[in-house]
């Protein structure tokens, strides 16, 4: 989830994606905490003069359920991004069975972000 979060913000700076900023063919990232790559794309954006305002999230995933997550989740990413719990949205929903998915076979997540210039 983090990891789209990044992607959502980086995009909406127009600062790349994280591939960019994180290159997989570089070790130092290798198993990398998602919330610190959060945190550390957050700081670029700053340095680029944007603040993230708010994000909004989809987990679609069959399970587990993630009701009970979802305030943790929120909490976690407004951390990292400097802003209010209530300014990220966290939404899951279930793939009905369609498709990897649905299978249980994985997991999808879409983010977007709104930031300012500062």
């Given at each position: ?15 790349g ?41 989809t ?50 997540v ?9």
């Amino acid at each position: 989830m983090a990891h789209a979060v990044t992607d959502a913000i980086l995009g909406a700076s127009a600062a790349g994606d994280m591939g960019a900023l994180f290159p997989d063919s570089d070790p130092k990232w290798k198993d990398a905490d998602s919330l610190v790559l959060l945190r550390l794309a957050r700081e670029h954006i700053n340095r680029l003069g944007f603040h993230p305002l708010q994000a909004d999230v989809t987990i679609i995933c069959e399970r587990p359920r993630l009701g009970v997550y979802k305030e943790a989740m929120a909490l976690a990413i407004a951390g990292e991004l400097g802003v209010a719990p209530d300014e990220v949205g966290i939404k899951a929903k279930t793939n009905e069975g369609m498709g990897f998915v649905g299978r249980g076979e994985g997991v999808a997540v879409f983010a977007v972000a709104t930031v300012e210039a500062r």
